[in-house]
């Protein structure tokens, strides 16, 4: 049979001829220099492959197409239902090359293309035997900890402190008990990140290069547990094309249950939880479509407040650091939350960060939709709807990051409220350059969106400005550079936009999301 494969924003053809001993064979040459193709229809749903994802070449100058497990051997093809079958089959342990406890051979299977149909509800904290873990479990598995969350707030109350040192400095029949129990808040912290590694040994799934994860109908589900994409570490830097596909999933946020308080974090502090749905760090060539991510039965609006803010139990839905580059995100859902898609780490994470957000419905996100920091981003025909006096208030939908090259096409913002207008859509986080070509906010055309850009960008330079000039410190190089919505780049591959706001919505809600691709078992 023939199969099509989109490449670089072009299309080729490939034989794949399925052999009666199971082995998928390609004939596709993913080192061919691919033909032109012809613009697409209008707002078609892409089923392969587009955008950055299709544009990947390795380090030997070679173009790859994003392929996942495209060539699996029979061996290599899986039906999961729980958290060890799921691993199992990350590891490739049906592979003729696995042996379990040689790392060499173990990598080598890993290595292998692999293809995963994910059926039903899968729990990260899953024991087995109908156990799972809570935070207590946390406590002494793997690892022993003396972590108590509890403890851990009181451990901040300066006041109690004081009297508990004042009580050991005073002597007497209290003073041991008293310093026991300063100690064993002084430990709290350090015992924290043990907790927390505790935890992450449970609820992560590393997924390795060469896969394709596919969920099954409707109800395909990961709870309490998170996907790394971390394939340089995973391979010990012996590949650079991760080559992951994600597909018709739903994320439910897992919960932290030992965030950190941050009292420097903004003005007045935050909570700052450890875990995303899924965290692509130094991978390049990965499609994540037509998933669901939200923070499900647990948002965080619902925890108690502490220090003035709700306890946040929930980090990303989907966070892109660590250098990934050549990624395309498509049709998903990202619903009720609020530090929603961080792309770059920190003002030092640099990479090349080429990214194609297509298709895609922010639904309540109260920020980070995304937040941009490096890269080359493309964000096209997304539907953004919110509103500023809800439980999800938002801040802002577009963060312009440190040196970030943002273009926005063609995407809707409705967004309600009484402090609701264009300036919600973009916000200033040391980025200078931001352009917009007929995008929408609440049913006309953003007209302004440009020059609200440019504003904010150069309202933050003086600011900066100013308190290095009054501080005597130098000014940064990103408050000096050119604030602009000219691109120094355009999108190498063919596409479209939507021409109305009616055309983007309905593209958007007929398509985007978990459940809507009709993928069965094998």
């Not at 109260?366 to 025909?381: A, E, K, T």
């Not at 070509?437 to 904010?456: E, R």
């Not at 900066?464 to 919505?485: F, I």
Request: aromatic residues 10%; contains cysteine; negative net charge.
């Amino acid at each position: 049979m023939f199969k099509t494969v989109i490449g670089t924003g072009r299309l080729r053809t490939c034989a794949v001829a399925i052999a009666l001993s199971g082995m998928v064979l390609s004939g596709c040459d993913n080192s061919q220099q691919p033909v032109e193709e012809a613009a697409p229809p209008d707002l078609q749903v892409k089923t392969a492959p587009f955008g950055w994802a299709a544009q990947y070449q390795n380090t030997d100058g070679k173009f790859y197409a994003t392929t996942g497990g495209e060539g699996a051997h029979a061996n290599s093809i899986y039906v999961v239902t729980s958290r060890q079958e799921l691993k199992d089959a990350l590891n490739n342990i049906r592979s003729s090359l696995y042996i379990a406890g040689d790392a060499d051979a173990e990598l080598k299977a890993k290595l292998e293309p692999k293809v995963i149909y994910w059926q039903g509800t899968i729990r990260g904290d899953d024991l087995g035997n109908g156990r799972y873990a809570d935070a207590e479990y946390y406590k002494t598995k793997p690892n022993k900890t003396t972590f108590d969350f509890d403890l851990y707030v009181k451990a901040f109350d300066q006041d109690y402190m004081a009297q508990l040192k004042a009580t050991v400095d005073a002597g007497g029949t209290d003073a041991a008990a008293a310093s026991a129990e300063l100690s064993l808040l002084k430990k709290q912290n350090g015992q924290r990140s043990q907790y927390a590694n505790n935890q992450k040994a449970q609820i992560q799934f590393q997924v390795p290069p060469n896969t394709t994860l596919l969920g099954v109908g409707s109800d395909a589900k990961l709870v309490e547990g998170y996907l790394s994409l971390n394939t340089l570490s995973q391979t010990f830097g012996k590949t650079d094309n991760s080559n992951i596909i994600i597909r018709n999933i739903t994320f439910q946020a897992p919960r932290d249950f030992a965030p950190a308080w941050d009292a420097g974090d903004g003005d007045k502090g935050n909570w700052n939880a450890r875990y995303d749905s899924v965290s692509i760090n130094a991978s390049k060539n990965v499609w994540v479509d037509h998933c669901t991510f939200t923070d499900g039965e647990y948002p965080d609006h619902l925890e108690p407040v502490l220090f003035g803010k709700h306890i946040q139990r929930h980090d990303g839905l989907l966070d892109i650091e660590d250098g990934a580059d050549y990624l395309t995100i498509s049709y998903n859902i990202f619903a009720q939350h609020d530090k929603t898609v961080l792309i770059g780490s920190g003002d030092g994470d640099k990479g090349e960060y080429r990214i194609t957000f297509e298709g895609n419905l922010w639904d309540n996100s109260v920020q980070r939709s995304p937040r941009v920091r490096f890269g080359q981003v493309h964000l096209l025909n997304n539907y953004h709807r919110g509103a500023t006096d809800t439980n999800y208030p938002i801040l802002y939908a577009i963060g312009m990051g440190f040196d970030s090259s943002i273009l926005s096409e063609s995407n809707v913002f409705n967004f309600q409220g009484g402090s609701a207008d264009e300036k919600l859509i973009v916000g200033a986080y040391k980025g200078s350059k931001f352009k917009d070509n007929g995008s929408w906010f609440n049913g006309n055309p953003a007209s302004n969106l440009n020059q609200i850009a440019l504003d904010k960008c150069n309202a933050l330079q003086e600011t900066e400005k100013a308190a290095a000039t009054s501080s005597g410190k130098a000014v940064p190089a990103w408050a000096l550079e050119t604030c602009t919505n000219e691109l120094e780049w355009s999108p190498p591959y063919v596409y479209s936009v939507g021409k109305s706001i009616a055309v983007v919505e309905k593209y958007v809600l007929e398509n985007a999301g978990s459940g809507k691709l009709d993928i069965s078992l094998p």
